[in-house]
């Protein structure tokens, strides 16, 4: 009911039905002309005349099996074409057969170029329709270049899968204004070919002489597996071609894999990085994320907004996104809603802090998986403000992981950082507190409890690049710490790709390290991006070095004392092995927590520090003069 539905409603399924009537007529008139060059007997005509009929309805019939008539033809890919070779030959097979053991006189090889002329008239049909649909105005694409109205003159620098896809795409949106003149690549050997027409006209290192030729007014770099070091060469390269660029985003950053005309963006620090793609075992993943309810505390931060994205790949049943910000929380829910409608996700303001919402939030939703990613992450606003390191970050996780604990989950994993590693600051220490807080509830059974601790991530709300991109917006300077500071760094979508892993992995208890590569130098961070943004360091930019802030130190580290790193199973992933057991008990860490609780109320910040150096031995904390706040 619902085809014939289809067809009686479907006003293109009739305009393609008619058209393809009156080619089929007309291939197959045509096979007799040429078999018989041109010079058809009264026999000859009469089997015209009887076989006709029911030699096009054979072919609709077949047509419509193979879903002929079900596609959009303005949209004709090569999996149409294979469909139509499928029911041309299966139509065409059918009929000789029939004609060969039913009917004697019937020339056979008239069928053979019937075929070949229903095939070409078939297909041209859906080629021309498609060409008119992307056509500007209703003219023709292939004739648009010698219009009066010519587009930006483009030049995509990548003559690979992800330029070609950026070459259909923008000839196929009519509203697109460009005119692609040409590919530019480092393989030689590509150099001279044609990708649908487009020539590649010579190397990536010959922009500058082929801009100035050819006039081009904006440049695309569409290399999706591009390093680092590619980058930074590609983008100087642009510059001094002194035309507009921009990129497309690497594999890791795009959430369905898909490289679109809209994920082309100015090029950033994280294509400057270049850190490789991210290899997922998504089955695995899947198996513990899939139609299960999800809980993500801090859901509207860096970390946790991209966990969101991320984790609805894999269909969970439900995601429960807690934030204590109502801004942070209603943009997350603005960015589900627009990409993620088929989602189930419930928006909860609460706060960690306080134990009878979490236990709420619990009992109300059932979590299955918790992504605990809610902390306080500044390093010198929590030196200034220690206390609100144990009221949120100390205290807040101690509440989400015993009600997890008591509300017997699956699996729980906590984000940790590299700063929890020999801390020199209280939000280092902090963290530190609440691995130990994690392991203390990792006992044997079915819920399983682990961490995953790494380094600084490019664009979060804490790191260097948003405040380095503003001081360049005023001007400068740029104010960097030291000229020796180091970091380890890594980008949004490839931390949060290595959670998920992580959390497909542990067992329990354990403390997973990503591998976060070399440390980065940060007035090398700064002088690209001055570059980046048009500029040269020094000249245009002044670069200020105002010393280390409370609490940071020149490197941050992964593993402290006492501790071991060994492989798993993925090639990014490390994990800690413990030399010798923790020297807190649960009832002593628990005690320890209590005491810390008394001197934030008191706000002694010097007395807090003490209390976290018992906790944490290798903790060195700098003690600075306070004003205690009663």
């Known amino acids: 009911m619902k085809k014939l539905k289809f067809i009686k409603s479907n006003k293109n399924f009739w305009f393609m039905a008619g058209g393809d009537i009156v080619l089929l007529v007309s291939a197959s008139l045509l096979s007799y002309l040429l078999r018989f060059e041109f010079q058809l007997s009264s026999l000859e005509a009469a089997v015209i005349k ?96 010698n219009s009066e109205e010519k587009g930006l003159r483009l030049l995509i620098i990548g003559a690979g899968d992800s330029g070609e896809k950026m070459l259909r795409e923008i000839r196929d949106n009519a509203r697109l204004k460009y005119e692609i003149v040409g590919f530019l690549d480092d393989d030689s050997n590509k150099v001279g070919l044609l990708i649908h027409g487009v020539p590649v006209m010579g190397l990536i290192a010959e922009a500058k002489e082929i801009v100035d030729r050819e006039n081009i007014k904006e440049i695309l770099i569409a290399i999706s597996f591009a390093t680092g070091k590619q980058m930074k060469r590609i983008v100087e390269i642009c510059k001094q071609a002194k035309v507009k660029y921009k990129t497309i985003p690497g594999v890791g950053e795009l959430i369905d894999g898909r490289v679109t005309i809209k994920s082309i963006r100015d090029v950033s620090y994280e294509d400057l990085l270049g850190r490789e793609p991210v290899h997922l075992e998504k089955e695995k993943i899947g198996q513990y994320l899939e139609g299960k309810r999800v809980l993500i505390t801090g859901a509207g931060g860096s970390i946790g907004s991209e966990l969101c994205r991320q984790i609805a790949r894999y269909n969970p049943a439900s995601l429960i996104l807690l934030d204590r910000t109502e801004k942070n929380l209603y943009d997350i829910e603005m ?35 918790v992504f605990h990613a809610a902390a306080y992450k500044h390093v010198p606003m929590i030196e200034v403000n220690p206390w609100e390191a144990v009221y949120n970050n100390i205290l807040g996780t101690r509440n989400v992981v015993e009600t997890a604990y008591d509300s017997e989950i699956e699996r729980f994993v906590l984000v940790s950082t590299d700063k929890a590693v020999n801390p020199t600051n ?22 399983r409890f682990m961490a995953v601790r790494f380094g600084n991530v490019v664009g979060s709300s804490g790191s260097v690049i948003p405040l380095f991109k503003k001081q360049i917006e005023h001007g400068g300077p740029v104010t960097v710490t030291h000229p020796e500071v180091t970091r380890y760094f890594m980008t949004i979508p490839e931390s949060v790709q290595l959670i998920l892993q992580a959390g497909a992995m542990g067992e329990g208890g354990e403390i ?28 245009d930019i002044e670069i200020k070095f105002i010393g280390l802030r409370p609490g940071e130190k020149l490197y941050e580290e992964l593993i402290v004392i006492g501790e071991e790193i060994a492989p798993t199973r993925h090639d990014k992933i490390l994990i800690l092995n413990r030399l010798t057991p923790d020297h807190l008990g649960k009832i002593e860490l628990e005690k320890n927590i209590s005491e810390l609780v008394k001197l934030a109320d008191d706000r002694d910040a010097d007395g807090i520090k003490k209390k976290l150096k018992e906790i944490v031995p290798e903790y060195v904390p700098q003690m600075t003069v306070h004003e205690n706040i009663k």
């Open 50 to 145: 009887k076989s006709v009929i029911p030699i096009v309805a054979c072919k609709l019939i077949f047509f419509y099996c193979f879903k002929l008539y079900r596609g959009m033809w303005r949209y004709t890919s090569i999996s149409d074409l294979i469909n139509i070779i499928k029911a041309t030959l299966a139509s065409s097979a059918t009929i000789i057969i029939v004609i060969f053991y039913s009917f004697q006189g019937f020339p056979r090889s008239v069928f053979v170029i019937d075929a070949v002329l229903t095939l070409v008239f078939i297909s041209g049909f859906r080629l021309i329709v498609r060409l008119f649909f992307t056509s500007d105005h209703n003219s023709l694409t292939i004739f648009r270049k």
């Open 335 to 369: 960015d589900m809603w627009r990409d993620f409608s088929y989602i189930k996700y419930l928006p909860v303001l609460g706060d960690i802090r306080y134990k009878v919402e979490i236990e709420g939030i619990f009992e109300k939703y059932r979590p299955e998986v």
């Open 426 to 447: 209280v939000m280092g220490a902090s963290k530190r507190v609440t691995e130990l807080i994690m392991q203390a509830h990792a006992n044997p059974g079915p819920a």
């Open 512 to 539: 997973f390290v990503l591998d976060m590569g070399t440390q980065v130098k940060i007035v090398d961070i700064a002088k690209d991006l001055i570059r980046l943004s048009g500029f040269e360091p020094e000249r």
